[in-house]
């Protein structure tokens, strides 16, 4: 069955801080791998977009690691703000269709 | 560009009460999606779209109908409201539905009764 496992569940870290947020997936075809942001009460909002042949990706202070032979990834957020605040989620794609599967996500508290 | 846009916001139904959660993209997408989001689950795909006329079952379609007359709408209706379908409801849509990115509503939050 494909499913996407996301940890930790929760995270708590002071501002300023780093952190990085795991993937793992058991999906089959693979197209590619996504992570969104979702504020409470919002929709996701997409951060990145792996595909096979991308080993990381980066957008501003987030970087996204993909590696396809063991099927995880992780996102690390650098230099945390309390906007950061949220929950992420981890999205595969398998090669058709509409198939996305969505991790339960890991909520994210910045402390000032 | 207004983008997704989702009414309502919120709506408390009765059981066995029916309603239609609008959704509306000005992108031009063909793509489009209703997904529900359940307290520790990843969202699920209720119905989809790839072009207007076209419309196809997701993972957890009972209960729910669907229909994509023009390009920028994608109603959902719910026929008979039930308890379990207590959740956010999300809308989505996208250029294609693989490698692009989805843009997503703000939500509804539905409370059955």
């Known amino acids: 069955k494909n499913q996407v496992e996301q940890s930790p569940q929760s995270l708590i870290i002071l501002e300023g801080k780093n952190c990085t947020l795991q993937?793992?997936?058991?999906?089959?075809?693979?197209?590619?791998l996504r992570w969104y942001k979702q504020d409470t009460g919002r929709g996701p909002v997409s951060l990145t977009i792996m595909t096979f042949s991308e080993n990381t990706k980066s957008n501003g202070r987030y970087t996204a690691t993909l590696d396809a032979d063991t099927k995880q990834s992780s996102l690390h957020i650098t230099a945390s703000q309390l906007s950061d605040s949220a929950s992420y989620i981890c999205?595969?794609?398998?090669?058709?269709?509409?198939?996305?599967?969505f991790g339960p996500g890991t909520r994210l508290s910045v402390l000032p | 560009n207004a983008g997704v846009t989702q009414t309502p916001k919120f709506q408390v139904l009765k059981t066995g009460q029916s309603m239609t959660l609008q959704c509306a993209q000005d992108m031009n997408h063909e793509y489009m999606s209703w997904y529900r989001q359940d307290p520790g689950m990843g969202l699920r795909l209720i119905h989809y779209?790839?072009?207007?006329?076209?419309?196809d079952q997701g993972e957890v379609p009972n209960g729910y109908n669907v229909s994509r007359s023009t390009t920028e709408d994608f109603p959902l209706r719910l026929l008979s409201a039930a308890p379990s379908q207590t959740s956010v409801y999300f809308c989505?849509?996208?250029?294609?539905?693989?490698?692009?990115?989805?843009?997503f509503g703000p939500g509804t939050r539905l409370t059955v009764t």
């Open positions: 993937c793992n997936y058991t999906v089959s075809p693979f197209s590619n």
């Open positions: 989505a849509s996208s250029p294609q539905g693989d490698s692009y990115e989805q843009y």
């Open positions: 779209s790839v072009g207007a006329g076209i419309t």
């Open positions: 999205v595969v794609s398998a090669d058709y269709g509409q198939n996305f599967v």
